[in-house]
């Protein structure tokens, strides 16, 4: 059984920064590809970042594109979201989740993830 742990979140200001962390175990984490999604109240899951499974490629939602930064350390078992120049709109619970595939290189659609994390609450006020 996989478990996903996230942590990191809270309160911040406009144009201020967070660092979100992802500690997996369960099963051999540099196998596979990591994503972050979010979801806001009202809204449907989104994607924001993904990262293959050895961190050698990454992909972003526009959304975030030049303020987020997902990484992994695979001796860790941890992927990181790290976050900068936040907005309000950026408010959300965070998710990560953990894709399936072996040597995956992350994907943008939530469906394709096996197993998730609970969350972790990030407002941004302005």
């Known amino acids: 059984q996989v478990q996903l742990v996230e942590s990191g979140g809270g309160l911040v200001q406009a144009g201020g920064s967070l660092r979100l962390s992802c500690a997996a175990s369960?099963?051999?984490?540099?196998?596979?590809?990591m994503g972050w999604f979010r979801q806001s109240p009202g809204k449907e899951r989104e994607f924001v970042a993904a990262?293959?499974?050895?961190?050698?490629?990454?992909s972003y939602a526009d959304s975030v594109k030049g303020r987020f930064t997902i990484s992994r350390d695979n001796a860790k078992n941890l992927v990181y979201l790290q976050m900068n120049s936040l907005k309000p709109e950026d408010t959300a619970v965070y998710y990560c989740?953990?894709?399936?595939?072996?040597?995956?290189?992350?994907?943008?659609?939530?469906?394709?993830?096996?197993?998730w994390g609970q969350g972790t609450q990030v407002t941004v006020s302005s």
């Open positions: 990262i293959s499974w050895n961190g050698g490629g990454t």
């Open positions: 989740a953990s894709d399936p595939r072996v040597y995956g290189l992350g994907r943008s659609k939530g469906d394709e993830y096996d197993y």
């Open positions: 369960g099963r051999t984490f540099s196998f596979y590809a």
